[in-house]
């Protein structure tokens, strides 16, 4: 089965941080690039940050940059996104994609192969 499972959510104080991890079965994360999303309820998905499958480039959101970093392990088969100095603006559900582009603004989901299910950050005290 081809997908992608999150995994790390949870609740953290402001000025904490996270790391969620993003698993693959069925197929190998080294061929693609991955971008993490994050939905908050009433607002729309928007992109957080993405790599490239080379790992060699990596964009970032103006509001996480310098706060979050994306990174993968090939050997695992799996996608990390870092999280540090979080705010209550953070908290949303978390997801991770696989697709041929590091991307953040995507007009179509299809835009990324395989979508993960999500994972929930909240940042509160």
Request: hydrophobic share 30%.
């Amino acid at each position: 089965q081809l997908q992608l499972v999150e995994s790390g959510g949870g609740l953290v104080q402001p000025g904490g941080s996270l790391r969620l991890s993003c698993s693959a079965s069925g197929f190998s994360l080294e061929r693609y690039a991955i971008g993490w999303f994050r939905q908050a309820p009433g607002e729309e998905r928007e992109g957080v940050g993405c790599l490239s499958d080379s790992g060699g480039h990596t964009n970032y959101r103006d509001s996480v940059r310098g706060r979050f970093t994306i990174s993968k392990d090939n050997a695992k088969n799996t996608a990390y996104l870092q999280m540090n100095s979080l705010r209550p603006g953070d908290t949303a559900k978390y997801f991770c994609a696989a697709g041929p582009l590091c991307a953040i603004v995507v007009a179509d989901t299809r835009e990324y192969d395989y979508w993960g299910q999500g994972t929930q950050v909240t940042v509160s005290s």
